[in-house]
Nanobody, 122 residues
Framework: QVQLVESGGGLVQAGGSLRLSCAASGLTFSSYVMGWFRQAPGKEREFVAAISWSGEGILYADSVKGRFTISRDNAKNTVYLQMNSLKPEDTAVYYC???????????????WGQGTQVTVSS
């Protein structure tokens, strides 16, 4: 059974930084494209960033490009999201999941972790 455990969220002022982590188990982590998603209040969950199994391929949503950095450690079955220059519109619950494929950004697994809350004050 796949388990995804996100951590690292918190309350930060605009312009601040946070580093999120997602520990995965129950899957061959290094075989999957991994991604971060977020869901703001009253909105649908949206794609944020993805990283290929090797870490060489990286993709970002336009809204976070240049501010967020995704990385992974296959030895630790963990994917990270470094978030800099945070804005109030980044406020959301952040989740990780595998992606279907590099070209299909839909989440691979139906079950999600509990997510980690990021709140950016203005």
């Amino acid at each position: 059974q796949v388990q995804l455990v996100e951590s690292g969220g918190g309350l930060v002022q605009a312009g601040g930084s946070l580093r999120l982590s997602c520990a995965a188990s129950g899957l061959t982590f290094s075989s999957y494209v991994m991604g971060w998603f977020r869901q703001a209040p009253g909105k649908e969950r949206e794609f944020v960033a993805a990283i290929s199994w090797s870490g060489e391929g990286i993709l970002y949503a336009d809204s976070v490009k240049g501010r967020f950095t995704i990385s992974r450690d296959n030895a630790k079955n963990t994917v990270y999201l470094q978030m800099n220059s945070l804005k109030p519109e980044d406020t959301a619950v952040y989740y990780c999941n595998a992606l279907n494929t590099w070209f299909d950004r839909r989440p691979r697994f139906a079950s999600w972790g509990q997510g980690t809350q990021v709140t950016v004050s203005s």
